[in-house]
Nanobody, 115 residues
Framework: QVQLVESGGGLVQPGGSLRLSCAASGSTFSIYAWDWYRQASGKQRESIAVITIGGSTNYADSVKGRFTISRDNAKNTVYLQMNNLKPEDTAIYYC?????????WGQGTQVTVSS
């Protein structure tokens, strides 16, 4: 079992920055990839960034060049640095951890981009 806890969401003005954190506990040794997803009101949940155990990253076109996913293995924590935020980035952001047995989700953290 893996438990995930996100933090770092909040209200920010357009053009601003936030850093989300996702702290994992439990069987973290079994994780082979981490994802950040987001779900805006009335829309489907979408994958926006992924980092593998080998350090490879990939991003959705909508966030490429503005968001950066990283991880701190010693802290079992994954981060999402979000720069130049836009109103359309407003959503609940979820952390996801994948193992060969299952997929685990955090509870989500709200990000609101508004002036």
């Amino acid at each position: 079992q893996v438990q995930l806890v996100e933090s770092g969401g909040g209200l920010v003005q357009p053009g601003g920055s936030l850093r989300l954190s996702c702290a994992a506990s439990g069987s973290t040794f079994s994780i082979y990839a981490w994802d950040w997803y987001r779900q805006a009101s009335g829309k489907q949940r979408e994958s926006i960034a992924v980092i593998t155990i080998g350090g490879s990253t990939n991003y959705a076109d909508s966030v490429k060049g503005r968001f950066t996913i990283s991880r701190d293995n010693a802290k079992n924590t994954v981060y999402l640095q979000m720069n130049n935020l836009k109103p359309e980035d407003t959503a609940i952001y979820y952390c996801n951890a994948r193992t060969h047995i299952s997929t685990y989700w955090g509870q989500g953290t709200q990000v609101t981009v508004s002036s």
